[in-house]
T-cell receptor, first 114, second 108 residues
């Protein structure tokens, strides 16, 4: 399997612009997670889906952030409007349905908001 | 959620040395994982180990669930072992929580 695929790998944008990050989970994995990593806060869980349904979005920082999973092979994380404090590496991860719950991460999307 | 604490925060090793990284968690866990973040930022799954001992090459891990800690052993360290090692734990009904990481630098 190709693993979790994220795009873009790098994004530089200006404050106020809309940012869309994309993720393709590992085929057959029923759980999908979005994490954010910063120096100050480490790895934070933003939201996760089970069978395409959002289960817990309590980590989403504010209304400017939204995430969707229209089908089992695709998810987006959108920030609108973006702010400099959103600069971070955003990771998508997936996990199989089975009890183990092992996480497999994508390579991340590094976002810089100027 | 649970609290996950890792020690030491930083570790400098000479190539060939052995080391032990520790992860303490505040509650009983049913899921405990170790990850390595390499210098390029990739997060690699090392072990899923809610209890017991596992080995993979020069790396091994032991979780003592009753005492709420896990250890990651690196033997005969190599420069490619450099990076940040994270443990993450999950108690029943809660989210997977990451520790702050141990930053490892292996010098040639």
């Amino acid at each position: 399997d190709a693993g979790v695929i994220q795009s873009p790998r790098h994004e530089v944008t200006e404050m106020g612009q809309e940012v869309t990050l994309r993720c393709k989970p590992i085929s057959g994995h029923d759980y999908l997670f979005w994490y954010r990593q910063t120096m100050m806060r480490g790895l934070e869980l933003l939201i996760y889906f089970n069978n395409n349904v959002p289960i817990d979005d309590s980590g989403m920082p504010e209304d400017r952030f939204s995430a969707k999973m229209p089908n089992a092979s695709f998810s987006t994380l959108k920030i609108q409007p973006s702010e400099p404090r959103d600069s971070a590496v955003y990771f998508c991860a997936s996990s199989p349905l089975r009890v183990t719950g092992e996480l497999f991460f994508g390579e991340g999307s590094r976002l810089t908001v100027l | 959620g649970i609290q996950v604490e890792q020690s030491p925060p930083d570790l400098i090793l000479q190539e060939g040395a052995n080391s032990t990284l520790r992860c303490n968690f505040s509650d009983s866990v049913n899921n405990l994982q170790w990850f390595h973040q390499n210098p390029w930022g990739q997060l690699i799954n090392l072990f899923y180990i809610p209890s017991g001992t596992k080995q993979n090459g020069r790396l091994s891990a032991t979780t003592v669930a009753t005492e709420r800690y896990s250890l990651l052993y690196i033997s005969s360290s190599q420069t490619t072992d450099s990076g940040v090692y994270f443990c993450a734990g999950k108690a029943a009904g809660n989210k997977l929580t990451f520790g702050g990481g141990t930053r490892v630098l292996v010098k040639p």
